[in-house]
Every structure is written in structure tokens, then in C-alpha cells.
């Protein structure tokens, strides 16, 4: 008598999938803030405008969800300023403006970031330390 074993279809498609998502969600959470600061170098944007830029970065896929509290934990330690303005298209938008330290928070960041990724860029290639 022979057995044979079947598995469902993409039950291993999905367990990689999830562990997939597990990692992603993970590098994200870490630094899904200064990407947000980083937008907001340039110019002040409102919050729907953040989630549809991240939305487009591959990785970074967010919801509304996730951006407006961080927005509101950013704002409440001084890394950025909100003012209301007008819109040509509906209510007036909350406005969120990077601030001194909030600059500096991100330069931090951007510093140690590159230090980072060139040490783990160089365990994922070589696989020793520099």
C-alpha cells in the first residue's frame, strides 16, 4: 500500500509570504519615522499626502492608520509643527513642518543609518565583520 502526501496548494507560498511580511513589518517599524521626517525636509505636507508617498515606496506600503498617531507622537516631542491651511478641494488640511530638532533627529539618523547598512551590507556579503 503506497501513501501519498499532498499539501494544500501554496500553503509554503503562504508560510513564506508571512514570514516575509514579518520581516518587512519589523524594518519598517524601526525606521518608518524618519522617513517621515525625511519627506518633510523639503516642505511642509499634510498627512494624506505622507500616506500616499509612502504608499508608493516599495516596502513602505502604511495606512492612516499608522501615519496620524505617529504624526501626533512626532508632534508631541518636538519634531515637528502643524498649522491648518486651507485646500482648494475640501476642509482645511493639518500641515506638518519639520522643526530644529526634528532636523536634527533626522541628520542623526542619516548618520547612523549609513554606518549601519554599510556593516550589515558588508556580514550580508562577506560574511565577517569590516
Not at 514570514?19 to 518608518?32: C, N, P
Not at 498649522?83 to 533626522?106: I, V
Request: charged fraction near 25%; aromatic fraction near 8%.
Amino acid at each position: 500500500m503506497r501513501l501519498d502526501y499532498v499539501s494544500l496548494p501554496c500553503t509554503m507560498r503562504d508560510m513564506v509570504s508571512a514570514k516575509r511580511e514579518s520581516l518587512i513589518t519589523q524594518m519598517r517599524r524601526g525606521t518608518l519615522e524618519y522617513c517621515v521626517l525625511a519627506l518633510l525636509r523639503s516642505q511642509p505636507r499634510y498627512g494624506f499626502d505622507l500616506v500616499r508617498t509612502l504608499g508608493a515606496a516599495d516596502g513602505l506600503i502604511t495606512s492612516e492608520g499608522t501615519i496620524y498617531p505617529l504624526l501626533s507622537r512626532l508632534r508631541r516631542d518636538g519634531l515637528v509643527t502643524t498649522t491648518w491651511n486651507e485646500s482648494p478641494s475640501g476642509p482645511p488640511r493639518r500641515y506638518y513642518q519639520l522643526t530644529g530638532a526634528g532636523q536634527e533627529a533626522l541628520e542623526l539618523f542619516t548618520s547612523e543609518w549609513d554606518r549601519f547598512t554599510t556593516a550589515v551590507d558588508h556580514l550580508l556579503t562577506q560574511g565577517e565583520s569590516p
